[in-house]
């Protein structure tokens, strides 16, 4: 979750060990802009055990949620909330969920104008945080898969 904008991002991992859920974060911090993201914030299951390898691997202070402290992780809890209620039930089997179905339901969240944000969406907030480079932020969403969502097209060199 992205403090300021509130922008979410779901990946599918092939299981819950901590070398699975540490090649599906490794896969998503490859396919983004060096430093765009700083930290993290983790809780303190085994899957996040691999900790260290990220935060040397790509520069990022990670931070963990004191245990029984769900309120240091307000925001996360928030999203799993929404995500429980637009299709993703608390129990749901995610080796049943599809990647495209868990990043349509993500994607759904972040074009729902926020009171928070005065009245502007998640991408909206974050979008500019890219400042003029344009092609940068569409490359991005592209890589993770919104640019199909935002234009029912795929993303070309020359903008969307």
């Known amino acids: 979750m992205e403090r300021i904008s509130k922008l979410a991002i779901t990946l599918k991992t092939e299981g819950r060990k901590a070398c699975q859920v540490t090649d599906s974060l490794r896969r998503f911090f490859l396919k983004i802009p060096d430093r765009l993201v700083k930290s993290l914030t983790l809780d303190n299951g085994k899957e996040f055990s691999n900790w260290k390898d990220l935060s040397n691997e790509f520069n990022i202070d990670i931070f963990f949620a004191d245990l029984g402290c769900p309120s240091q992780r307000e925001r996360n809890e928030h ?4 995500l429980r209620r637009e299709g993703l039930p608390k129990g749901t089997d995610f080796n049943e969920v599809d990647e495209y179905f868990l990043k349509e339901v993500t994607f759904k969240r972040h074009i729902i104008p926020r009171k928070s944000l005065n009245d502007y969406t998640p991408l909206e907030v974050f979008g500019p ?29 020359g903008g969307v």
């Open 79 to 82: 999203s799993n909330g929404w």
């Open 129 to 157: 945080s890219f400042g003029s480079n344009t092609s940068l932020l569409c490359q991005s969403l592209k890589n993770y898969g919104f640019i199909k969502h935002l234009t029912g097209q795929e993303f070309d060199e």
